[in-house]
């Protein structure tokens, strides 16, 4: 019989970022947990589940995958001998999962944190608390930032600094500094969506420190990526393309076309508010071609996981829109929103902002009115992220410049002025 290949276990594996090695370290460490002695999987081993050859691992090793994945042995694609494998179920319905995740989120993040572990840490460790950033995300992409989401980010950096307590191989203490600093950077962009700027900026200064602990230039590229965002929304221009620029010349995205578009996008972003038409535009080619190159397809880390076309025409609309090309800028929020996930609730709100704002920028008064409308549509149920609600109050100041008298600005501020103010923003 011919052997199959096992594309759950490569799936798996891929989206977690995780070698045949770590995979083996992660599987004996499981073993040494709860059955009290270091098991033998080597790397021979996983090649041969990989390749199909090996198609039902021994019992331990079966219980230990099932406790570093939390998948069953048959959800990661193995084959019981002699028996057939059975349908996977239904999947549940969406709308059911958006409510569970989000009323439970604090709680499916803490879990991972307070499960018994053995006293060696290990790759499980550091899977169980990569799988509370994956929730993190999630949660962020929904919602948008806010306090519950940053104290959650703060608890994980606060369990993976723990661990580094514990005995552990280097490669794992390094895994954990990287996971502590990508927690500090999720409260750092939290805090920055939330509006609390120097709250943000502390959690940036910590994240930047244990990313060079982590010797990790994934992680360096996220925390320059989230500085020059906080340094615009501080209206520091310079240091926003400052650190966009640090961010082009860390390895990551020296290595990446994915990465070097999104640097390249933020310095186009921090060149167009300084009022650089020029290197703006510029920039922003640089951008656009260097994302012509990247691989679209493959697994990638969770944090650049919003970033792709939809991501790079919404800074399209804002570099657009700030140089003085609304009629652009309209046309690239309109792309963008085409290509959005379904899953990218914030990003569709803030990106449907940024439309009403070009739209206003072209004097169509009433479109823009309708357009902004549509942003709490979007977010109803939760409250507004303080820098989309500082996007809104943009739009309202230039309404009330370009329109004075008009009755479309006292029916907007009747209308809305409750929903967008920073008096309705829940708890902190």
Known sequence: MAETRNAALAAWMAEHEMGADALVDAVNDAIRGFAGRPGNTSERTVFRWLSGENQWPQALQRRALEEVTGRTAVALGFVPRG????????????????????????????????????????????????????TLARLDAERGGHGALARAALAGAAEALDLQKRSATQRVRHRLFALAADFAASA?????DAGQLAEAGRHLDRALTLAGMSQEPETTMQIWNLRSMLARQQRDYAVAVAAAQAAQATAAARRSPLHASLAHARTAVGQAHGGDARAAVRSLRLAEDALGRADLTGPRPTWISFY???????????????????????????????????????NRAHTTARLALAQLHQGDVEQACRTSGD??????????????????????????????????????????????????HGPR
């Open 188 to 192: 750092a962009w939290s805090m920055i």
């Open 375 to 424: 942003v709490f549509a979007i977010m109803a149920g939760d409250p507004l992220p303080g820098r989309m609600r500082s996007l809104l109050g943009d739009f309202h100041r230039d309404l009330i410049t370009l329109a004075p008298s008009s009755h479309v600005v006292d029916e907007w501020t009747d209308r809305y002025r409750t929903e967008w103010s920073p008096r309705d």
């Open 83 to 134: 028996k057939r494998t059975t349908a996977a179920p239904l999947p549940e319905d969406p709308q059911v999962q958006r409510r569970r995740f989000c009323g439970a989120a604090t709680a499916a993040v803490a879990a991972p944190m307070i499960s018994s572990r053995p006293p060696r840490v290990g790759t499980s460790d550091v899977i169980r608390l990569r799988d509370s950033v994956d």
């Open 308 to 346: 792709g076309p939809a991501e790079l025409h919404s800074l399209t609309a804002i570099i657009r829109d700030v140089v003085g090309e609304p009629e652009e800028a309209e046309a690239a929020a309109y792309k963008a929103l085409k290509a959005l996930p379904a899953s990218y609730r914030r």
